[in-house]
Every structure is written in C-alpha cells, then in structure tokens.
C-alpha cells in the first residue's frame, strides 16, 4: 500500500475506532502511536531513539516525523504517556509544538516531563496533566482507564480505551513483578475482570518475546547484587539505569545492609533520585555522602552510584574506567558492578571499558557473572499468562524489531488467539469484527541537528559521509574578464592526509596544472562557471587519486571580477 | 617506561633472546610479534585489523606501526607467518616494503599471501619460501620448527624457537581438536616430547582464556549443521567464515548426504575453495552449480553457500536479506544458516539482517539455536592441557584484550608457572633465568588511507570528525588593495542540513553581514588575513549557531587582488 503524506486524505469510517503507529513498531524505540474514533485521534506516547552506526554523523536524537498530523491537527484530543521512559516521553519537548494540545500522565511521568519541557523553555505554554494511576476518564471521545502494571521505572500503566463497543487494551511497557520493591504491584484483579468484560484487542510490548520463562523480579536481583557487594572489601561502584527506581531502592538498603555510605556520580541519577523522592517514592534511601567528603571514609564503607552503564563516554563510568574522572580515582581490588545489560550496539564499548578496568585490577561484575539485572519486558511465559488472564480475542504486536514482533504473533496464534502485523505508518481500522488495514501514512526518522528536526535522507546528512570518508579540498580562482588568473589560485585541505606526500609540493603542482588547464580549454567552458568547474574537477580527481590514493571531495570556487 | 623511537637504540644483550610484540597484545588483531637474538631480528606474523567504532571515517584497515624496526632493517634475518589469516598474514603487501627479507611459510598461507603480494604488484619482489609442517630450519641465528596445531582454518603452525640455551614455544592461533575434518591432527606426541626436553617460555593466544571448557570439534558442528539442513526442506543458504576449510568440507558432505547441489556467492569463498583445492585440501568437495543454472534445481535441492558472516553490507548474505542480490532471490520458507560467531561490534548489523530476512519469512538459524559453529582459539580446559603436556616455566600471553591476558595469566599462574603481562612495544629480554623488561618502543595504530598508510592520530583524519558532525560553508571574498570587495562574496554549504531555514536567506544575510563586519574592522585586522578571518569567522559563528543551531566548520577564502 502506498504511503499517503496526510492522514486526512485517508478515508476512515469515524465509528470504527483505528490504530496508527508512526513509530517503535518494526524498532526499539521513539513509540509513537495513535488511535482514532468519531474523527478525533489520540496521541499515545512521544518518544526519541538514539543514533546507532546507521546513523549520519552528527547526530545523536532521533524522533518520529509525525507530519501526517499536520492535516488532523485540530482533531487532536490529547496526548497520552504511559511511563516514564525516554522511547515514550523523550519527545515531548521537540514534538509537542507541532500537536500542542494537553498532555496526560501520572505524577511521575509528569515531573520527568516537567524538566524536558522546562530545559525546552515550555513549561508554561504544555497545559500538562496529572493523572491517578488506576483512574478514568474521558478525552474527547476517547473512554480511557490507566491500568497499573510493572516495568523497570515506576507507574508503567496501561490503557484501556473503551471506543463505542470496541475494548482495546494497550499495554505500554510491562512486566509481571511479584516484587517490584517500589510503588504499585500490578492490577492483577483488575486484569482478570477485564477478561470477564472481554477485550477486543490487545495492543502490546513484543521486546522479549523471544525470550523463554520469565523476566524476573527486583527483589530476586536485590538478593543478588547484596550477595556480591557484601563479598567485597573494598570500595563497589555500581551502575544501572538511571530510571530504574527498584534498582537504587535495593542498592540503597544494601548500602545499610553492608554498612556503606552512597555517593553518587552523574547528573541523571541526580535527577531521577529527585523525582523519584519528590513522587513519593525511595523514602528509605539514604542520605547522600557529597563525593568530596568520600576521602574521610574507608574505601570499605564507599558504595558509589555512577551514570553510564552503556559505557557512553561522558558519563560517569567510562571517566571512572579511564581514571579522568575529577572526583574519584578507583583502586586496584575495587569492584565494579554493571547492575544492566547490554543494549545490542554498545558491546564493544563496554568491553573496552571493562579492559580499562581489568587493566587498574579492578574487579568487574556483570549480568554474566551474577543474576544483578532483570528486564522490565515480559517474557514468553508473561505474555502467556497475560493473554490467559485478559482473554483478548485478537493481538497486535508492537515496540519490537521485526523478529520480536513475528515471534510474538506467533505465540499469540499458538494460544488460539489472533494476530495482525503492523509496521509504522499503517492505518488499521479495529472493528469487532477484525482488524482490517485501511491505509498507510507517510512516516520516517527526523534526526536532532541543533535546534531542527532533520529528515535523516537530507541530502545534507549524506554529503557528511562523504566529508567523512575522504575529507575535502578547496580551490578558489579570481578571473579577470579574459578569463585569465588574476590571483595566484588559492587552495585548503581539510580531512585529507597525506601520509608521506608533502602538502606543498602537491599545491604548488595543482597551481601549475591550473594554468595548463585553463590554456587547454575552449572559450566556450572558460566563460561557463559550471563547465569550467566539471573540467578542474576532472583533472584535479585524477591528479589527487595518484598523489594521496584518495578523490577527496572537491569545492572550487569561481570568482569573475 | 618511556618509549623510544628505534629499537636500535635499545640496550638488548645480544647474547640473550628477547622478545618484543608490536601488535596483537591487548587487543584481537594485526599481531606482529619481534624476536631478537645475536643482534639479529625474526618477525613472527605481519597482520591487520579492522576498523571498529572508534576509528576516523574513510578508514578500514589498520596495520600495526613498524617504524621503531627502521633502525635495524638490515638486521632482520626473515619474516615467519604461522597461519593464514588476516590478523596474521593480512598486512604483508602493506608492510614488507618497510623490511624487504625473505617470507616463510607453509603451503596453503602462502597461497594466500601470493594472492595479497599479487594484488599489490609485489609476487616478483618478495623472495616467498614454503616450508614443511613439522620440518626444521635455521634462520640466521634462529633455529627454529613448525609444529602442528589445529585451528579454524588448515596449517596452524606453533613455532619452537631455540635460542641458545633459551626454548620459546610460540603457539600462534591453537586449538585442540581431535577431529579436524580438513588437514593434519595437532601433534600431540611432539607436544609431549617438548614437555620432556624443556620449554621455558610459553608466547600464547589468550582469545578465549575467559571461557571454560573446550572449544569443540569441527565433526561436531558438521553434526550438528546436518542436522539442521536435513530438516528443510526448501532453500538453504549457509555463510561461514571463508577461511574455515573444514566447515567448508562439512558443508560439502552435508551437500552429498541431503541431496543438495552447492552454488557459491562471493569472492572470498570462491577465493578460499581455490586456495584449498590447489593445497591438497578439500579433495571430496563437490562441484559447483554456476548460480544462473540455479534455476534448473527444485528449491529443495539447493545449498548456498554465501560470505558475508558478520554482517558486512557489501558481501551476499546482507544482499540476499535485502533482496538486492542480482543472482538469487530467496523466497518465504528459505532457510538462513549462520554457521559464525557474533565478533563483537557486529551484533546491530547481524540483528538487522535476521529481522530483514524474518520479514521475509525465512527462517534463521545461529549459534544461539544449535551448535552450528565452533571457535578456533583454545578455551580453559585446552590451555590446562597444552600447559600440562608442555610445562613451560613461564607463559606470556598474548593475543587478546587485556582481560583475556589477565585470564590467561591468572590460569597458568594457577598451574604453578611464571606468567607475564605484556603490552605492545614492550621489548623483554629471555633468559633462562626470569623474563625482565629493558625496554620499550613506539608502536601504534596506522591506517589505510588510499595508498597511503597515516597514524590514527593524523590531524587530517580528526578534522574529518568534525565535518562529519557538523559540515562546512565556505565563504570567498575578493579584496581589493584598499580592502573593500571587488565582487560579491560567494558561499557554499556542504553537510549543512538547513531544516525549515531557507539556505538563500542565510545567504542574503551572510552577504550582508560581511559588509557590516568589514566596516567594522581597523585597518591593522582588515589587513592582516589571519586578523580578518578570525573576525569573519567569529561573526559567523554567532550568526549560524543563531539561525540553525549548529556551527559548521568554516573556511574563508581571502584572495587579495
């Protein structure tokens, strides 16, 4: 089906509700998704994904183009986050401009907002808010309940949006944590009473349906981590994501449990310990101990908290791991505790890190050594007992790469229910009946460079690569009316070695093979700019390729006076 | 120790062996190792490595920096390859110009390293000698037998050097396996008879000193890839590392055991099957289908074999993903057989093709599904064995990233012997007595630029980070004697992505800015070039960062007139 630029240009019966994700299906990442009844849509979540080697250079932020919206605008009712996470809530402050209608979510959700919107200069113009987890509503025509399930970041809800007859149960991101160790235990009773109600579709987190068994629980990886900081003498620094609010809850009373002090090193754990406490939760978490009073304690009573459990350069880990961090140097026999996983792409990264580490004797420990993460995905037996519990009659797969979205559309048909692919940028209309696909939107990726949104195809982004790859080099001539050289010509490299080769020499023979150029050509290319530029270009490729081996990219600048 | 720029200025006593690794140690990749004796030099492998993420764009392969071996060119007495792959033999046409000495190896590397010296132009030039798995030679002052090992790819030679009284056990790339398929066993009876003569020091590949176990038998993985082709019963389309002759062979069988007719895509298989066949090996292999008479055979009958195991965008296997393939397109119920390891860094681009080919409905199968794959580096229990048999006094391992040294280290020290940790660079001396360290060399990274080899640290290759990030405008102006524009300035953007901003308007505005900017200025800067381009580009910089957020590299052309 083709793509159409505007979503209004589909033809959708307004009494039948429908589906559109423009982004996180078919990835992980930037979730973007819409559902549409009686001619209003409804926004449910904005998030980013960040660059991976596929990526043009230079940028780091990726979101969804959403400009199918542009034409629906006005019939937009609301924006709803389910959690907290920046593959739901990262777009808020570069997408909202182009919706600008309210924005829904719980306290939680609302304070991590807050600081994207306020570090954005928005906060005053975002009317946001605050829902109660469990609560109803209605925005516009959408009938809407926040179902409280599990995740690795406080109030991960779900949705269920009840449109005319039709019961669509949307699970954001879940997991079944029988401990989760901060805020709400799933709504287990509410689950099994919206499978006697009946649930139409289920529209759902395929991250690990690939995965056999169980995700785990915070409190079995609690059990964990304590068994192996309490193992340790020296200083531990441990790392985990910032967000996982369970996971400083345990590494807190661990801290009493082994009678260590915490201190803490990067901004995101600073700013996620605040909105956690400022939302009620880590009400035991210790006090801090400020880094620079950490040389008055015992390297053995040191637990430091640290960023960067991807091994991002900035942050704080990796400064630790290359001994440049300016608050703290580790030491040989010091531990340090990966308390994450890998997220496919950063492999290398870390195990550089972890070199670094090994290199200072510093003992490392990650997930493979010892059960010290849990994901916050369901995995196959989750789902099994979800569908089991909630009963829905049919599946839609979404937040997953293509593998893990097929994966979980077959264990859907493996139980009896029934299950539709989708792929951003369809329109799926959701009858009682069966899903059917009415159309397809325009979507794509729109990279962050400064302070636009970039289609990552701009012709721009792609003469980066070739800057990258072979560097450039500029020439200018000044022409007199004759076309004779006024000047002597000018000439820049940028990006290109020359390994052995001297730059000058090769200069001074580029200064030399202009004239002869010039002399050999008709009056006709000398008075074209662009037929005199393709004949420089022409000689000076063939010239560069045998001096350096490399075409760098060329400019040449033509100036008549 | 601080490192000094020729290894002749090194004061080695030249009546004790020594030696010196200037690649391979601390890292997987571009192993050179240095021995010394009576003043003279054997180079033991001349490899590459691969650019990884942290290399400058434009560059892929990466020799190690030889320079320190200037000095003492004319003492070098012969070049050693024990096996034929790239991290081993891959930098011979790239570095042999800088030694100039005879190369010696057995048959089917120096298949391989003709192919290489070929392609260079360099067959005539290079004195190439193959020498006898299990024979004896003499060196100049190094005496010097290849012992046989098993590895993943045919003739995987240890070297014994006796120096003197000094027995150096040089193991290159091991592994024991007990049914190789394709070439000799390793010879273990030899093993055990150098145990009895004495050896004192042990140089060894630490690749998989972390993992317990043993690495496995090629038989075994035949068993298992049969397994799985046996149960398809459409297309199968198998990659493999190109080099592995014995799985190739077992791919083979397989071809005859299932009823299937081999076709090949891509070069390095084709290359590798050549090199094989010519060397003895693969004697049983079945002929191939030429790929367009494909279509001539029932789906059921047909294996593929395809390069292109990790992932690489130009090799057949991400081709046949995304259905750009011009021979062969694959079709839902195909099967996809990776019969590879994941080498870290490739997880993203192998992930992505399993989804491609998921979308597709092909099924894919990897070492995570069965045991289609085995290493070809010795795990902990084979290292037990070796040291054992062996009972060398002292281990230096090499071969690995520093926690696979440390491993290493930490496992022969566990056995009772001597372990040594050390870096590339390090010149160590080996007497019978103890290792000891006197000294140190520069080494470092070099890659390959067109024909040029430049240091990774070359200004040149980091400028290219920067236009990567952030493009380049260039601005032109043409000054007369009294400092005022004879033309109208000229600009040119490369990299620039504008977003909404209209690129004429910052033009106009450059254009205009520029005569504001040139009023502006004393005498004293508008005459000085290095003044007034810091001006320009100062303005500049504000007014870009205004209008589109970022601040491409600029380059100012001033041509005075």
Known sequence: MKPIANLSQIDIDPSVPCFVPLGGSGEIGMNFNLYGYQGQWLVVDMGITFADDTTPPGIDVICPDISCLRSVKDQVAGIVITHAHEDHVGAIHYLWRQIQKPVYCTAFTASVARRKLGEAGL????????????????????????????????????????????????????????????????????????????????VGDSTNATVDGWSGSEAECHSALLRVIAEQKHRVAVTCFSSNTARLSAIGDIAHETGRRISVLGRSLYNYLQTAKATGYLKNFPDLVPTEDLDYLPRSEQLILATGSQGEPRAAMAKLAKGEHPDLLLEPEDTVVFSSKVIPGNEKKLYRLYDLLAQKRIHVVTEQDA?????????????????????????????????????????????????????NGDVLSLSVQAPKQVGRVQTGRLGLSGSSLVPLS?????????????????????????????????????????????????TADLALAIEDILSEQSSRVLQSDELLREALQREFGHMLRQWLGIKPRQLIQLVRI
Chains 1, 2 share one sequence.
């Open 458 to 506: 701009d012709r721009a982004l792609s003469e980066r690569r070739a800057l990258a790859d072979g560097g450039l080099i500029t020439v200018t001539l000044v022409l007199d009316k004759k076309c004779r050289l006024v000047s002597e010509p000018q000439m820049q490299c940028v990006g290109v070695p020359t390994g052995e080769v001297e730059l000058d020499s090769v």
């Open 371 to 423: 059960p010290i993460h849990v994901s916050g995905h369901p995995c196959r037996d989750e789902l099994r007992w979800m569908y089991r519990a909630l009963r829905p009659t049919h599946i839609i797969p979404v937040h997953g790469e293509a593998r893990h979205m097929i994966a979980h559309a077959e264990l859907a048909e493996s139980l009896g229910l029934g299950a539709t692919q989708v792929t």
């Open 123 to 202: 906060l005053d113009q975002v009317p946001l808010a605050e829902v109660l987890p469990g609560s109803t509503q209605a925005i516009g025509p959408f009938e809407l309940e926040w179902v409280t399930l599990t995740h690795s970041v406080p109030e991960a809800n779900a949705l269920l949006l009840t449109l005319g007859s039709v019961r669509i149960f949307h699970t954001g991101d879940w997991k079944l944590d029988p401990h989760p160790l901060e805020g709400a235990h799933y709504d287990d009773r509410r689950l099994m009473e919206l499978g006697e109600l009946g649930i139409d579709y289920l």
